[in-house]
Structures are given as C-alpha cells and as structure tokens.
C-alpha cells in the first residue's frame, strides 16, 4: 500500500537480508520467493550469526535445543523484559519457563494457515469472535506487521475493508476472511473457541495453526484487554450468568479503570477536525502528541513534559519503554493482533495500527500522509475508537461514569465497606470528584488558596508583620477570600463532610528567595528589598519540613488559625442561612502531642463560640488531627481524648518513619529499588510492615478511648489499590484521594471486602 523501502538500521538484520533480496528479486511478499532464493537465505542468515557470534551456526539439533532454551532462560534479564515487570508489578524471582513442543507448519502452502485470534473484542469488550489469520505463513509473521494479514470472521473482514476504503468486489478477491475460505475450519475453530471461553469464564487470546487442512491449537490464555474492555466483558460475563458479583468485581484491576477516565475528543471538535488518513482501530482512547519516530526520543521528549506520538512502520519489543511513554502510537503496518496493537491494549494506550498510507522516512524523520508531509514535533490526534488520524490538537473533554463502568460503581458501592472521599482544594475538583462518587472531602488543603494575587499580597503582609496588630490586620484582609473559597466547597459538598486542614506549610514558601522576586515583591509592598532579605533570614530554617509548620504555626501565631476558623465557619453559617447542609470538619496538622492539640482546639472553639453568637447561628463542626509523627501513633489514645476523629497523613509519616526526603529519595531510590532493598517506593505504595503498624496501632488507640472514632487517610497512598486494601484491614472508615483515583479506590475497596 505505497510503502517507503525499511532503513536497514532500523530493523534487525535478518529482516535487512530478507529485504534486500526481495529488492533484488522485485517481490514483495516472503512467499514469493524460490526454494533455491530461500537456501541462499539460510547461507546469508548463517553468515550474520557468525558475523555477531563468532561462531558458526551449529549443526547438532540438540545444541541447538539446548540453545533456544537457555536464550530464553537469558531472556528474562533483558531490558525489555525487565521494563515489562516493572510496568506489570511481576516479581524477578518468578523465573520463567520453557515449553518444547512438536511444530506444526503453517507454511506448507494455500492449504496451511497461521492466525491469532479472541473470543471476544479485546478493544471494546464486544461479544464478538474476531481475528486475523495469514494463509501459507508461521505465526511470527501475523504478529510482527510484515504482511498485512487478513481477517478471520466475514463480519470482521468487511469492517477491516471499509476502513482501509476497500471495494467489496477486492476485499473478496485480495482479502477474503478464513470464513470464507476455509468454511470447515472456521466452523471448527469456532467451535473450539466458544468452548474455551466457556471452560474459562473469561475471555480468551488464542493462537492456531492449520497445517495442509488439518486444525492446531498452540495455546490459550486470558487476553489482555484495554479497560473498557474488561469493564464491559466482566458485566457481561456477569449478565449471561457465566460469573457472579464478586468475580465481576475482582475481574477488573483497579488501575485500569484508569483509562476509562481518560479525556475523549470532544465531538463538535472531531466535526470540524481534518482526517489526514484511517487506520485500524486498535486500541480505544483520544491521543494528542507531537510525532516522535524512536523509542528513545519518546522516553526523552517525555521527561521534558512533552505529550508525544510515536509514529512507527511497525513496532518491536524493543519499543516498549518509548511506547510506555507516548500518549499514542500510529502503525503503518500491522493488524489488530499485531505487536503494536497488543502491547497498547495492556498498556490502556490509544492505538490506530496498519494505516496504510502512512509513508514514514526514519531518516529524513518525517511521514507523508497523503501529500501532507509532517515533521518530527508536529502535532497530530488518533482517534482508537475508530482509526482515524487527524492533522493538529483535537479538542478533549472529561470523560462520564454512564453504562457498564456505572453499573460496576454501583457493585463496588453494595460491598464496600471503606468509603472514599476525595483530595480537593477547589470546587471545580470536588465537582469532578462527586461526579465520580466521592462522599465528601477527606483532605481541602487550606495553603493552596494563597497564591493568587491579592491572597499572596495579603499574605506576605501578615508574614512581613512586626507585631500581633500588624499581622491581625493582614489577616482581616485574608478572612473574606479564605471565606469565599471554603464557601464553593462547602456549597459544592452539600451534605457531605469536608475535611479542611488548617494552614500547614512554613511561611518561607510565601516569599521569593530571589532577588528578582524580592525587588518585585518590595515593590508592590513599598518595603526595601532589605526588609523582605531579612525577613527570608529569619524564615530559613536548616530543616523546613521539621520546622515551624502545622500546628506550631498556629500555635506560635493563634490568630492564623481564629482566622480561618472564623473563615470554614463563617462560610458554613451563611449557607446554612441559605438553606443549605454545610458539614466542616477542622483538622489541626502535624500534631506529635495532645497539648499542641489541646492549644489548638481552644483557639478553634472560642472563635466558633463568638462568631455563632454574632451570626445567631449555629453550625455543628468537628475538631480532628492528622496523625502524620511517629509520636502521634504511639500516643493516640491520649490524643483521641481531644479529637473527634483521625486522619492519617502517610506522605509526612512515611518520610518520618523511613526518615527518607520525599523531596530527596530519587537519589537513592532506584538504586534500593534494583538491589532490592526496597521492593517498591514507599511513597507510592504504603509500607504495611513500619508504617502500616502505626497506622493499626494508632487506629486500635484511639477507639480505645473513644469507640466512634472515625479514621481515615489522606496521603497519597488513599488511591493506590493495595494500599486502599491494607486500611481495609485496619478497620478504617474512608480513604481520600485524589479526584480522578475515586473510582479506583471505590473498586479496590469492593475487593478489599469481597477478598475478606
């Protein structure tokens, strides 16, 4: 389909040989060439290994055996598989495993076949059998995109053509399914994939060979499947009775629902979008990026923070790490079963495979579509669902929790037992939150609502006050924008609990620490520059994060924390008077000791108490912590006395417990990571043995002096699947995370309970 010829040094080298012949003999499939073309081949390949090894091609067929088997023992040690189990979270010490088994050919001429094929349809989920198979092939052929293969189901066949543009009357004569060409056979690989799908209760990845009209199974197993996929096959499954709940539940993995909260092309954008050229719809999603060529500038681009699009002829093991990367990948060659398309779906990346008028010149780094010729670092949109490539950025817009992926919300909501709550500082966040099911706000952090440009200014007052006078006046200046914020949020969470943490940070993050920065800061302020210098002075501490921050901030300087209590409670009280169920929770952060809390707590109740007697109004309000010191957890039964409820912290109580730098571990951590002295990040993934021990014990404390305490986490960790899993079993109420995690915490706690 007008391909360009294949840089030599892109591909490996026997495919360069195999090439460069059909170059020379003008052919341009494999099975075009001769008997005596295909012996000069095997002279050719023998004299490449040598070339490579050293050594000659044995002869031995047992050392050849003993060969294959142990590069596959070496293979697992290579750098794409070990990126592959990074990604996949496989353990090194698995191993793998050989399998000898008695060929079979599919290359024994028009009567023989080879194909790959599902049960069901790996991208969308649909219930229906499809495939590809290549006549007169072996199965490397159909999976690597060197041949365009063809289609199994007639069905399938006909879709493939309509979106290659493909005349009815020449998909039947140049691309007929196996349908239609081998009727017996497919009835009988029909037969026997319905069977396996049935024995299995799951949808299966199949691949076969027909050996001169005789049908073989190589194997089977579970297929890989985007998201919506899985959401979609386990409902299904569950309908026709082949799985109950709690299967359907633990048949989806929580990250993946992750793709399925993904932007899609927003269709009035799409509308107007221009086509370049369509493809095979591979693997579902909206993709947006400038076009890379290589793995390695895919990688690279990448940590730049740039949105990439790897364009490639066909892609190779050897891309994994750059395909991880790219927001999208575009193949000229290749099916739906190819390497490409495969590795997108397990990756949940968009994919539109074999879009054959794709010319892509590696060298130049540019690819012709069509008379449109595009450089590396020009934009362009896939659209998966349906193949097409657009020419720019394509318009996205949020993605909606509606059909199959609902109905597993409302699985996952009749056997939880933790709730989740979100991570918000923002109305717009908690929107999107609640949208996805969050039942309140476990973590409104009150440092982010600083920055814009009034606040700060206001802000740097309060911090550049010489006195108690100075900094009240500062802050006066701050109530009616702290109150506006809290306001949207309360509003936006009507009847549901916020939990707003009180200001946390040292105040230096307020101030510039360059001269720029302080001359501009100075300027707007009518201070010297001098002044601010001095102020960074007295602010600098050699340990920040262990300074003065959290409570001691409000403990130094009590006015902050009347302030924003006057702020949470004031918003509270005004929209109670209009009508609505405002439901404020306070938390004190960085508590080590009950009297900081007790210090607190005071501040906090004698300025509710005051503003209620001057609104005529009263809010009910709870007063919590964070339990985020090592020292918090093994005193939580005298803190409880004074807090309603806890919330875990485990971003700070990782860093305190491991005594590792968040800000600092990279310099270390790949290292641990690889010596597997850490199995995984802490920061990523709660450690259950340390951390997870304070958690417990501070969970068992407190109730011990107040039974109905509520706990919950706010840390990162609130929306990582395993971790969600452990505060389960910790006896916690809720997890918070971030608002696009909602619904992976809601499934992950489902499990949590069913696994139970």
Sequence with gaps: MGMKPVNKEDIDPFEAIIQEMKAIRGVQL??????????????LFKEAIKKQTGKEFPDDPMEQLWGAICAVFDSWMNERAILYRKMEGIPQEWGTAVTIMAMVFGNMGNSSATGVCFSRDAATGENLFNGEYLVNAQGEDVVAGI?????ITKVGSMRWAKLQNIEESIRIEKYPSMEETMPKIFKQLNEIQAKLENHYHDMQDMEFTVQDGKLWFLQTRSGKRTGTAMVKIAMDLLHEGQIDEKTALLRCDPNKLDELLHPVFDKEALAKGRVLTRGLPASPGAACGQIVFFADDAEAWHADGKSVVMVRIETSPEDLAGMSAAEGILTARGGMTSHAAVVARGMGKCCVSGAGAINIDYKARTVEIDGTVLKEGDYISLNGSTGEVYFGEVKTRPAEVTGDFAELMSLCEKYSKLVVRTNADTPRDAEVARAFGAVGIGLCRTEHMFFENEKIK???????????????????????????????????????PVNIRLLDPPLHEFIPHDLAGQEAMAKEMGVSVRKIQLRVQALSESNPMLGLRGCRLGNTFPEITAMQTRAILGAAVQLKKEGYDPRPEIMVPLVGMVNELDAQEKVIRETAESLFAEEKVEIPFKIGTMIEIPRAALTADKIAEKAEYFSFGTN????????????????FLPSYLEKKI???????????????????????????????????????????????????????NYVSCSPFRVPIARLAAAQAAVEE
């Design 458 to 496: 206001s802000m740097r007052e309060m911090i550049l006050a010489d006195t108690r006078e100075d900094r009240e006046k500062a802050l006066e200046k701050l109530l009616p924008y702290q109150k506006q914020d809290f306001y949207g949020i309360l509003k936006c969470m009507n009847g549901m």
């Design 30 to 43: 494999d099975n075009e060439m001769t008997v005596d073309e295909l012996k000069q081949l095997v002279v």
């Design 678 to 732: 850490l199995d995984v990040d802490p920061f990523q993934v709660l450690d259950p043995d340390g951390v997870g021990q304070l958690v417990q014990m501070a969970v068992d404390k407190g109730r011990s002096v107040r039974k109905d305490l509520k706990c919950g986490i706010c840390g990162e960790h609130g929306g990582e699947p395993s971790s969600v899993k452990f505060c389960h079993r910790a006896g916690l």
């Design 652 to 667: 700070d109580l990782t860093q305190m417990t491991f005594g590792y730098s968040r800000d600092d571990i990279a310099s």
């Design 147 to 151: 041949r365009t293969p063809q289609q």
